[in-house]
């Protein structure tokens, strides 16, 4: 599929203009590495440049070049981007920074990148302030500096990588763990062309295998869906690093992006609908780049170990607690067949210790691994430290991975051999590794950083295709209508409890239009009115209306201070008042309190208490966070986040997730709460909050109470914040 990027991506001419230090290195990295087309330095007062015959302008080339390199000052970038559009050129790296980078004190820097933008029209311009692009396939760099990378061999596949930090990029390619690179590319401030366009300019490529992803910050949410769907069509699998888990790391960002980071649950619950997985560290980045790019993603996550050293194979059982993928018990029949090749003396297990009296023996290891290796795992690997060669010799290791690949290759296994530290692993031994079609894999924890990623992708292209997050209309289910009408009940409507009698809901209502803090009883008439399981309650003035509300309702009831947000903190809530003695009491108390009472049917049976939250994030939309609820929520920390829309499946997996679970599933005997309803519950206020993502800013229900299973789960309380903004 053609992009607008692939003159630029795979240029067969390059532009250089400027002086100094920066622009004459992208002549000589080209020639260094052979690129074979037309090399343009362009200068107004040089005659050669890096020792290549110079242009005096741009009107003088032959033809528009496929690809620029623009080393010139902020300023006079733009006039050359305009230049270089109106003649056709292919595309253009900007070096230079100053533009919206330098953040909002900076009224020139918005300027010139506003002009930037109009300069460049339809021409892709990469940047600026970013280093540019190596493409290792044909050996066309439009890069400044120094770069540790090799151009790949004929015929030869690699991985692609690109990254919003120059510096993180000419480190990465100093990498010396045989991952071989088809492109290596740096985004910039993103001011035309998004980190997601430039992705999916790579992934057309034939030559690139898997896409690796340093992301500071999103250019777009629906360009990101655009490159998971591709990528998945394709099978190239991606892997994201993506920082701003700490309020430092958000702050370091503004510096150098224009991009927005978007809050981090809501970015990592994006990758993760994407079926990209997230790393944290840069080996592991690179590591998991380098499986995917030798294996593809894994159908499973059942992993097989096997070493010469106990030491070693508790290492691995420890590493993998935890985690999504580990190590299952042999089953009896493949026990035997170890058992059988090891003799008596091993103890069989999976991590396996198969002992050194077999070392060097080829056919020996030969038996017992093709033995292990036959039991059907997602991935197996050998743990295998090379000695360093400068001191010792390493013969005696290479037996052992010939009998790793025969076993391999005779069950139509994966394999990695894993090496406990990187530098024990050199690059030569894995490059050649790769070549046999092992991974190689510097680092214990990065082996299982890299296993459960690949295994996360095999899981998310089994599975249907995530819904774009823009496909919800503020007419959409859940939503009041304009006219003030709200529509039919949804078909998620969650069920009453027997014990709970149907409410009819209050003449008049107002739609969602006016900004501010509704109170919870106008909150609550809301959510009810769009069938939401709301426990029947009145709002009342007084004592006497109190006490009347409360015997209409069916006691017990609950007595809430309207207009405070945090009653639980006020002392603004009394629960479990069973006549009307307890209401007067209550009443008298809580008056004083707040703008009026709020009676409501007492919910019972309650096991488990939850908070359902939807936030309005600036880049994703609604953000929903499911968590455990009560007065304990700031402390328990326990919650997961969903992007809208989302379904009943994706709800149902995010409570299995959370700690608090257990309790939901009956722990020790207890009762098991009603799942289905609180799952139903909360797909109905996601569909609630995105059907009025128009006017709604804030939405928390909490908590949510779960009770017993067949009785339903309900809201207990309700804050609601309105505003106007345009529906995202």
Not at 224 to 240: G, N, S, T
Not at 583 to 593: E, H, I, R, W
Request: aromatic letters at 6%.
């Amino acid at each position: 599929m053609a992009t607008r990027l692939d003159r630029l991506l795979r240029p067969k001419s390059v532009a250089v203009i400027g002086g100094g230090f920066f622009a004459p290195n992208v002549i000589r990295q080209c020639l260094k590495m052979g690129f074979s087309g037309a090399i343009w330095p362009v200068h107004p007062t040089k005659d050669e440049v890096a020792g290549v015959k110079a242009f005096r302008s741009l009107a003088e080339l032959p033809e528009a070049p496929d690809a620029t390199f623009i080393g010139v000052n902020r300023t006079l970038t733009i006039d050359v981007v305009r230049e270089l559009r109106e003649m056709g050129a292919g595309g253009a790296i900007c070096f230079a920074a100053g533009f919206k980078e330098t953040g909002s004190y900076d009224a020139e820097g918005e300027r010139l990148q506003a002009a930037l933008i109009e300069a460049a029209g339809e021409m892709p311009v990469i940047g600026p302030n970013c280093y540019g692009l190596i493409n290792y396939a044909d050996g066309a760099l439009l890069w400044p500096d120094q770069h540790g990378g090799r151009r790949l061999r004929e015929g030869e596949k690699g991985a692609a990588i690109i990254t919003q930090s120059s510096n993180i990029a000419c480190n990465l390619t100093m990498q010396a763990r045989g991952l071989p690179l088809a492109f290596l590319m740096t985004a910039g401030n993103q001011a035309q062309t998004g980190l997601s366009e430039m992705a999916l300019g790579l992934i057309e490529d034939g030559r690139v295998t898997s896409l690796g992803l340093h992301i500071e910050g999103f250019d777009s949410a629906a360009g990101f869906e655009r490159l998971a769907a591709r990528a998945r069509e394709l099978r190239k699998p991606i892997v994201a690093m993506k920082v701003g888990r700490s309020e430092q790391a958000r702050a370091a960002t503004v510096s150098h992006t224009a991009s927005l980071a978007g809050s981090d649950a809501a970015s990592d619950a994006f990758l993760r609908r994407l079926g990209i997985p997230r790393v944290d560290t840069i080996p592991s980045f690179l590591e998991t780049l380098k499986l995917l790019h030798a294996i593809g993603p894994l159908p499973g996550g059942s992993l097989s170990s096997m070493s010469c050293s106990g030491g070693e194979a508790s290492v691995m059982a420890d590493t993998a607690e935890g985690r999504p993928v580990g190590f299952p018990a042999l089953a009896p029949e493949h026990r035997a067949r170890v058992q059988e090749a090891l003799g008596p003396l091993v103890a069989v297990a999976n991590p396996l210790d198969y002992n050194t009296y077999i070392w060097a023996n080829e056919p020996a290891m030969t038996a017992a691994f093709s033995a292990m290796v036959s039991g059907g795992f997602d991935l197996n690997m050998l743990v295998l430290d090379f000695p360093r060669t400068d001191r010792c010799s390493d013969a005696d290791w290479w037996p052992t991975v010939n009998a790793f690949e025969k076993a391999l290759k005779a069950n139509g296994a994966r394999g990695a051999v894993v090496a406990s530290m990187g530098e024990n692993l050199p690059e030569g031994h894995a490059e050649e590794l790769l070549r046999r079609g092992i991974v190689p894999i510097l680092g214990i924890a990065e082996a299982f950083d890299a296993a459960s990623a690949a295994a996360f992708i095999g899981k998310a292209w089994r599975a249907a295709p995530p819904s774009p997050l823009r496909g919800w209309r503020p007419e959409g289910p859940g939503a009041i209508i304009s006219n003030g009408t709200p529509p039919p009940r949804s078909r998620n409507a969650t069920r009453r409890s027997p014990a709970t009698p149907p409410d009819r809901p209050a003449a008049g209502h107002a739609p969602l239009e006016a900004k501010g803090t509704p109170d919870e009883a106008e909150a609550k008439q809301v959510l009810r009115e769009c069938g939401l399981p709301v426990p029947p309650g009145r709002r009342v003035r007084d004592v006497e209306e109190a006490v009347g509300a409360a015997t209409a309702l069916g006691f017990p009831v609950a007595l809430k201070a309207l207009g405070i947000a945090h009653k639980s903190e006020h002392g603004a809530v009394r629960l479990n008042l069973r006549d009307a003695m307890a209401v007067t009491g209550a009443a008298t108390a809580l008056l004083p309190l707040g703008t009026g009472l709020y009676v409501e049917r007492m919910i019972e049976g309650g096991v488990a208490e939850l908070i359902v939250g939807v936030t309005r994030d600036p880049l994703f939309g609604p953000v929903m966070t499911v968590g455990s609820g009560g007065v304990l929520v700031e402390l328990l920390k326990d919650s997961a986040t969903l992007l809208l829309p989302s379904t009943a499946e994706e709800i149902a997996a995010a409570l299995r997730g959370l700690k608090l679970f257990p309790l939901l599933d009956g722990y020790r005997g207890r009762a098991k709460a009603d799942v289905a309803a609180a799952v139903q519950a909360i797909q109905g206020i996601a569909e609630f909050a995105a059907g009025n993502a128009a006017r709604l800013d804030e939405l928390d229900i909490n908590p949510l109470i779960v009770c017993a299973e067949g009785r339903g789960a309900f809201i207990a309380d309700a804050l609601m914040v309105l505003g106007g903004h345009s529906h995202v």
